[in-house]
Nanobody, 121 residues
Framework: QVQLVESGGGLVQAGGSLRLSCAVS????????MGWYRQAPGKQRSLVAH???????NYADSVKGRFTISRDNATNTVYLQMNILTPEDTAVYFC???????????????WGQGTQVTVSS
C-alpha cells in the first residue's frame, strides 16, 4: 500500500507565497513521476506541475514563472513552491505519484487527500 500525505496549504493574500509538500510512503520500489494537480469549485482537476525521475519538469501555462516543483528522491517527497499567488490560484491541490511497487509491477497512479489553498484579494 502507498500513502501520499500533503501539507502546506492555507490562506494567503494575493502576491504572497506558499510551499506545498507531499511525502510518499509505503510499498515503493520506485517512483516514476510526481506532480501536483488542482481543482477549483465547479472545475475539473487539472495539472499544475509535473516532475519525472530524471528531473524534467512540466508546468501549466498559468503558473509558469511563478511556481517551482522539486523532489527529494531520498525521502520520496515532492514540493511545490508557489509565488506571486493570485485569487485564480485558489483551489484544492492534490499530490500525485506514479509508483512501481515491485520490480515487476505495473505503474500505479496514487493521489493524496488534497490540501486547500485560498488566495484572498
Amino acid at each position: 500500500q502507498v500513502q501520499l500525505v500533503e501539507s502546506g496549504g492555507g490562506l494567503v493574500q494575493a502576491g504572497g507565497s506558499l510551499r506545498l509538500s507531499c511525502a510518499v510512503s509505503g510499498s515503493i520500489f520506485g517512483i516514476n513521476a510526481m506532480g501536483w494537480y488542482r481543482q477549483a469549485p465547479g472545475k475539473q482537476r487539472s495539472l499544475v506541475a509535473h516532475i519525472i525521475t530524471g528531473g524534467n519538469t512540466n508546468y501549466a501555462d498559468s503558473v509558469k514563472g511563478r511556481f517551482t516543483i522539486s523532489r527529494d528522491n531520498a525521502t520520496n517527497t515532492v514540493y511545490l513552491q508557489m509565488n506571486i499567488l493570485t485569487p485564480e490560484d485558489t483551489a484544492v491541490y492534490f499530490c500525485n505519484a506514479i509508483v512501481r511497487t515491485s520490480g515487476r509491477s505495473p505503474l500505479w497512479n496514487y493521489w493524496g487527500q488534497g490540501t486547500q489553498v485560498t488566495v484572498s484579494s
